[in-house]
C-alpha cells in the first residue's frame, strides 16, 4: 500500500534551535517527494521536492531534506528556526508524471519557544 | 497573478442540502485536484482532473462529483450533504507533465450540520 508516515504529531523547538522533521514512505514506482507548509487558516506552501539527482535538496526559508532510499525517509531540517516557521508541515508522494495526485502524510504541528 | 482561486471560503449547509465549491486557476495549467483535510489525517485526494475533459476519482470519491468546465475551472459538487463532509477543501493544480509540482488554493471551509 503507499503512504505516508510522520511520526510526530506535535513539536516544540526553542527559537534558534534546530529542526528535524521525520517523513517516511512507502510508494510502489520512483517516488516525487515533497514538504510542504500550511500557516493557520492558509493553503500549502511548496518549501522543496525531490524526484533525482542529489540527495540533499534545498528549498525556501533555509530548509532543506534529505533523500534516503534504503530508509524511505526524506526528513526535513533546518539549521537555526525562527519564530515565523510555526505552522504545519506536510510530507507527500506522488507519481513524477502528475505531481498533483499526492499521498500526504498526517502532518506535523511545530510550535516555536521564543 | 491570483494563482488558485477557491469560492466560497466558508460555507454552512444543513444535511441534505447541495452545493458547488468553484476553483479557478490563471496559471494555464493542465491538471486540476480537489482535496480534503480533515485533522490528524494529512490531505486525501477526492478527484482530479488530468486534462481538460478528463476526470478520475481519487481516494474518497464517494458523495462527491465533479464538472472540468473549462481549462481554467474545477467544481465539487456536493449533492446531499452529510456531517461527514464537513471538512476544509483544497484545490490545487499543476503543469502536469513531467516534474511538476502542485500549487493550492486557500481553501473551503465547509460545516454539515
Known amino acids: 500500500a503507499q503512504s505516508v508516515t510522520q511520526p510526530d504529531i506535535h513539536i516544540t523547538v526553542s527559537e534558534g534551535a534546530s529542526l528535524e522533521l521525520r517523513c517516511n514512505y512507502s510508494?510502489?514506482?520512483?517516488?516525487?517527494l515533497f514538504w510542504y507548509v500550511q500557516s493557520p487558516g492558509q493553503g500549502l506552501q511548496l518549501l522543496l521536492k525531490y524526484f533525482s539527482g542529489d540527495t540533499l535538496v534545498q528549498g525556501i526559508k533555509g530548509f532543506e531534506a534529505e533523500f534516503k532510499r534504503s530508509q524511505s525517509s526524506f526528513n526535513l531540517r533546518k539549521p537555526s528556526v525562527h519564530w515565523s516557521d510555526a505552522a504545519e508541515y506536510f510530507c507527500?508522494?506522488?507519481?513524477?508524471?502528475?505531481?498533483?495526485?499526492?499521498?500526504f502524510g498526517q502532518g506535523t504541528e511545530l510550535s516555536v519557544k521564543p | 497573478n491570483a494563482g488558485v482561486t477557491q469560492t466560497p471560503k466558508f460555507q454552512v449547509l444543513k444535511t441534505g442540502q447541495s452545493m458547488t465549491l468553484q476553483c479557478a486557476q490563471d496559471?494555464?495549467?493542465?491538471?486540476m485536484y480537489w482535496y480534503r483535510q480533515d485533522p490528524g489525517m494529512g490531505l486525501r485526494l477526492i478527484y482530479y482532473s488530468a486534462s481538460e475533459g478528463t476526470t478520475d476519482k481519487g481516494e474518497v470519491p464517494n458523495g462527491y462529483n465533479v464538472s472540468r468546465l473549462n481549462k481554467r475551472e474545477f467544481s465539487l459538487r456536493l449533492e446531499s450533504a452529510a456531517p461527514s463532509q464537513t471538512s476544509v477543501y483544497f484545490c490545487?493544480?499543476?503543469?502536469?507533465?513531467?516534474?511538476?509540482?502542485?500549487?493550492f488554493g486557500q481553501g473551503t471551509r465547509l460545516t454539515v450540520v
Open positions: 496559471m494555464n495549467h493542465n491538471s
Open positions: 507527500a508522494v506522488g507519481p513524477y508524471n502528475q505531481g498533483g495526485k499526492l499521498i
Open positions: 510508494y510502489g514506482a520512483t517516488p516525487y
Open positions: 490545487a493544480s499543476s503543469e502536469g507533465g513531467l516534474s511538476a509540482e502542485a500549487f
